[in-house]
């Protein structure tokens, strides 16, 4: 021990006095520890090691990293084929509103039948993760995805369209939170920002790998060879899936929702579910989802629409900016992600490494939506409509570990069901009132200003009510007060 005689006197900081950093990480390699001041206002000081330097990490039984690493890769394709599913859609709408002899109203409405039981579904199977593993949740949904593309295949009309696309939607409402309640299985917290990441770029991937084959297919084969061709890959994963796919030791003992698993910290608490959700940090993050979901729902029914109408771009062109798109996405969730996983480990705390980066990411893509319109030069509109559909894909992956510092593992998977119920409600409305807004506009290209307008204001005030209402720490702490904790994924309270 050593004897700091020119210390000041011990006196604990007010809030105000620590500031918006108050809730930072302890460092990891040691700090130091005022114990008692010594007469003539002496302060003894100790040097405490890390804990990271006196217990080496141990995995729980049953771990192996190479199933982890498995189990990965077979979730980052389960997410490509999903956002493939959703793709075909738009980048078949063309032939099939000239088949079908619809307009863009009447194909907003099938595009928004998608959404019509996702919101529930996710739901439902979230409670139901509870009791039923993730193995045969995700084999479940795929052979359902294989299934949903048959109707229209048999019967090609709008009714079995439509029934097709209720299905799929019902099959894929719960897939984004599954998969990625299946991922932290195999992830402990600390190890969860690249692995989030990967799975959430799996949706860039989906459209940067599918949009030029399906537009392939279509071209070249027709539009049902691209829905044959979905449906023949949904199956191949899941019987893939049932020799590979396995269920993760961490959180193990919350399948029967017996309480929280033991977290870094200790063992977690039970709270109510309503509490969690009415928290500012569940709503800051399912807005953030909501903002980002809006420009992707527009994305997967209308982009494509609106560069033949409005571009004159013929299908190369159209696939060659959707995979623009997804290929930006994707860096930025490969970078962005782990950055925010660095500052957080640099000391900044969880509401600005993470909630504060996903709310200015969905403003920045509604400022760029709401100039897309503006944009004379089409080099300048197409760098716009790149910034304005791939910068909220950060919010995605963000959105979950946010969410995830309030929740104890035996409740994630429900509360992640209900925030993804929550943040994609806009693909049940974006693509029918754009269908509507474009349709009665004077002209295309006006009807597609003033959709571009609406989604941009949707998209600022997301991305602004999430940087102001993200505080897991402040929650953490409000949950605790009354007798629960939600701090089994991220430490300790004062840790998010």
């Known amino acids: 021990m050593t004897i700091d005689r ?19 990480i302890p460092r990891r390699r040691g700090h130091r520890s005022r114990i008692g001041t010594s007469r003539g206002g002496c302060m003894a000081t100790i040097r405490t090691p890390s804990p990271a330097t006196t217990a080496p990490e141990v995995n729980p039984p049953g771990y192996s990293r190479r199933r982890a690493l498995a189990v990965l890769v077979m979730i980052v394709f389960f997410m490509i084929i999903n956002f493939g599913d959703k793709a075909v859609l738009g980048l078949a709408a063309v032939p099939i509103m000239n088949e079908f002899r619809i307009d863009r109203s009447m194909f907003g409405l099938i595009a928004s039948s998608f959404y019509l039981l996702y919101s529930i579904a996710g739901i439902v199977v979230g409670f139901v993760s ?24 048999l019967v090609a009309t709008v009714p079995a369209l439509v029934a097709g696309r209720v299905l799929l939607g019902a099959a894929e409402g719960p897939a984004t939170p599954m998969s990625m309640h299946a991922l932290y299985k195999w992830f402990p917290a600390h190890k969860r920002g690249l692995p989030s990441a990967l799975q959430i770029s799996g949706a860039a991937l989906g459209v940067l790998i599918a949009a030029p084959v399906l537009t392939w297919l279509i071209s070249d084969h027709g539009w049902r060879a691209a829905f044959i061709a979905l449906a023949v890959v949904s199956g191949l994963w899941g019987i893939a899936w049932l020799a590979i796919g396995k269920d ?31 928290s500012g940090t569940f709503l800051g993050s399912a807005a953030s989802a909501f903002g980002g979901h809006w420009a992707m729902a527009v994305n997967s029914a209308w982009l494509p629409e ?45 509401r600005w490494a993470h909630g504060a980066l996903q709310g200015v990411a969905v403003t920045i893509a509604g400022l760029a939506m709401v100039l897309v319109p503006l944009a004379d030069a089409s080099a300048i509109r197409l760098v716009l409509i790149v910034i304005a559909f791939s910068g909220s894909a950060v919010a995605f992956p963000l959105h979950y570990m946010t969410a995830a510092a309030v929740v104890p593992p035996a409740k994630r998977g429900a509360v992640f069901g209900i925030l993804a119920a929550t943040g994609t409600l806009p693909g049940l409305v974006a693509p029918y009132l754009t269908g509507r807004i474009v349709d009665g506009g004077a002209t295309v290209v006006a009807g597609y200003g003033t959709a571009f307008t609406l989604a941009a ?13 993200i505080r897991p720490a402040h929650d953490a702490r409000r949950l605790t007060r009354v007798g629960t904790t939600g701090t089994a994924d991220d430490a300790t309270a004062g840790a998010v």
């Open 306 to 350: 609106y560069l033949h109408s409005t571009m004159q771009f013929g299908p190369a062109d159209v696939a060659g900016v959707i995979s623009a798109i997804s290929g930006t996405s994707l860096v930025l969730l490969l970078t962005i992600s782990p950055l925010s996983d660095l500052l957080l480990r640099r000391g900044l705390s969880v």
């Open 457 to 469: 204001v949707v998209m600022i005030a997301c991305g602004v009510y999430a940087i102001a209402a």
């Open 6 to 24: 020119n210390a000041p006197p011990f006196r604990r900081a007010t809030d105000d006095e620590r500031g918006p950093g108050a809730d930072r």
């Open 130 to 153: 509870a009791r039923v593993s993730s193995r045969l949740l995700l084999f479940s949904m795929a052979m359902m995805w294989t299934v949903a593309q048959i109707p229209v295949l």
């Open 248 to 278: 993760g030791p961490f959180d193990r003992d919350t399948r029967h929702g017996h309480g929280a698993a033991a977290g870094p910290s200790g063992a977690a608490g039970n709270p109510k579910i309503w509490k969690i959700l009415v």
